[in-house]
Nanobody
Framework: QVQLVESGGGLVQPGGSLRLSCAASGFSLDYYTIGWFRQAPGKEREGVSC????????YYADSVKGRFTISRDNAKNTVYLQMNSLKPEDTGVYYC?????????????????WGQGTQVTVSS
C-alpha cells in the first residue's frame, strides 16, 4: 500500500523551529520528486518547497527562502523540511506529496501521492 505520512507539526512561538518529516511506505521516495505544500484556513494550497528526483535540486517559495531547508534520507525513505525563524504567516496544514516530475514544479495538480497533513501553528 502506497502511503505518505507527515509528522513533526505542532505549536511554536514566532522565531522558533520545527522539523517536519514525510515518511513513505510501499514505494521508494528517491524515485520521486517530493514537494511540501501548505494550506492556511480560507486560502488555496501553496507550494513551499520541493526536491527533485533527478539531481536533488531544490526549490523554495520566496516566502520561506533562507528559513526552510528540504532534504531527503533515502536510507530512511524520508524527506524532511527544516523550518527556522517561523512566522505567524507560516501557520497552516503542511502536506508532502510525490510526483514523477524530473525537476521541481510546485503545482499541486502534478503530484499524485499525498499525505494526510500535519498542523503547524505559529503563535505567541
Amino acid at each position: 500500500q502506497v502511503q505518505l505520512v507527515e509528522s513533526g507539526g505542532g505549536l511554536v512561538q514566532p522565531g522558533g523551529s520545527l522539523r517536519l518529516s514525510c515518511a513513505a511506505s510501499g514505494f521508494s521516495l528517491d524515485y520521486y520528486t517530493i514537494g511540501w505544500f501548505r494550506q492556511a484556513p480560507g486560502k488555496e494550497r501553496e507550494g513551499v518547497s520541493c526536491i527533485s528526483r533527478s539531481d536533488g535540486s531544490t526549490y523554495y517559495a520566496d516566502s520561506v527562502k533562507g528559513r526552510f531547508t528540504i532534504s531527503r534520507d533515502n536510507a530512511k525513505n524520508t524527506v524532511y523540511l527544516q523550518m527556522n525563524s517561523l512566522k505567524p504567516e507560516d501557520t497552516g496544514v503542511y502536506y508532502c506529496a510525490a510526483s514523477s516530475l524530473e525537476t521541481c514544479y510546485v503545482d499541486p495538480t502534478l503530484y499524485y501521492y499525498w499525505g494526510q497533513g500535519t498542523q503547524v501553528t505559529v503563535s505567541s
